[in-house]
């Protein structure tokens, strides 16, 4: 009489092996890694719809960056690295803008925070417009470092 059953054996060398396997895949995918990186991305493409926001605003204002003192004949948009959020410190993009034609929710519908450490008051994110008037947007990388975007 042939009998064609798996031993205890053996099953539980098919299940050692897959354990192995798996924990083997588990260290090449990585996780935290990954999901670093796609964080980091999401802080690229929050960077680069801030700056868009800003330039539709510039494109219907005659050229003029939002700012927040109410007064037409200056700008106190920011001209060194100032944090984004509505903390005191921080540059008020949000509600930067004239009275009809704010940033949130005119140009943007929500002011995008930094997926880890962003809130409200500071979004994690820094902007400025530099000497040759160009606007430059950061965040700090888990994986890049620095991301700046210029524009």
């Given amino acids: 009489m042939k009998n064609n059953a798996f031993t205890i054996i053996e099953l539980l060398i ?8 798996a924990s083997l895949m588990i260290f090449a995918i990585n996780p935290g890694t990954q999901l670093a990186k796609a964080r980091d991305v999401e802080r690229e493409t929050h960077l680069y719809g801030i700056l868009s926001s800003i330039y539709q ?9 939002p ?13 060194t ?22 940033i949130v929710p005119v140009y943007m519908a929500a002011l995008p925070q930094d997926p880890k450490t962003g809130n409200a008051g500071n979004t994690g994110y820094t902007l400025f417009v530099d000497a040759n008037n160009r606007l430059v947007a950061s965040a ?12």
């Fill in 14 to 21: 098919v299940i050692a092996l897959i354990g192995v396997m």
């Fill in 57 to 65: 605003y510039q494109a219907e204002h005659s050229g003029a960056l």
């Fill in 67 to 79: 700012d927040t003192d109410g007064d037409p004949d200056t700008s106190n948009f920011p001209t």
């Fill in 81 to 102: 690295a100032t944090c984004v959020g509505s903390s005191g410190g921080c540059f008020d993009l949000a509600n930067a803008g004239e009275v009809d034609a704010k």
């Fill in 140 to 151: 700090s990388g888990e994986i890049k470092g620095a991301i700046t975007i210029t524009r």
